[in-house]
């Protein structure tokens, strides 16, 4: 029997919310597919229809809340700077019930070394991220990114969320800092490529 397209959404967001709801139960590492597939009251064979690992259920629920952070279109800052810690701040915000689950996705397919497959959450993800860096530099009067600006903005993305996985400062404010930093970092790299603005907002 064909499964219609509704079913398999219906199915597809049943898997996300139980994955969603397990994980902050019992914990990442001791949920497993098949008790997430139990939940979700489906075959784990099923499961593995919509999702071939458990990383890739993280990364789906990790697109999700980066397209929420993404959706809402905030003010344009003065510096590149601001808007890119805005960004980040954002998205940190979105992903906060998935913040103990990140790292293994962070290991493996959002890692700057990861191999992408157009297809996949953790590949969208990383396009969302990028997509919109580019975009804000550009309104900032900088130039097409250079691939290799986009892997040193990645590389100190990833860094910051593994960072911020593991922060027990309060507020995770040495997170914010480690932000802060990266960005100026970013920013002033760009800077000294030669064929952008010298100043805050293209000045």
Known sequence: MRVSAQ????TRKRILQSARRLFADNGYDTTTTRDIALDAQIATGTLFNYFPTKEAIVASL???????????????????EEDLFALVAAGLRKLRPLRRHLPSLLETALSPLAATRPDDDATHFRLLQLDRVASLAAGHGFGPLPPTALQLYWTLYTGALLFWAGDESRGQQETLALLDDS?????GWLRQQGDTPSGPAGA
């Open 7 to 10: 079913t398999k959404f219906a």
């Open 62 to 80: 990790a697109r999700e809340a980066i397209d929420d952070a993404l959706a809402a279109d905030s003010p344009r800052a003065d510096t590149l």
């Open 183 to 187: 960005v100026d970092m970013f920013v």
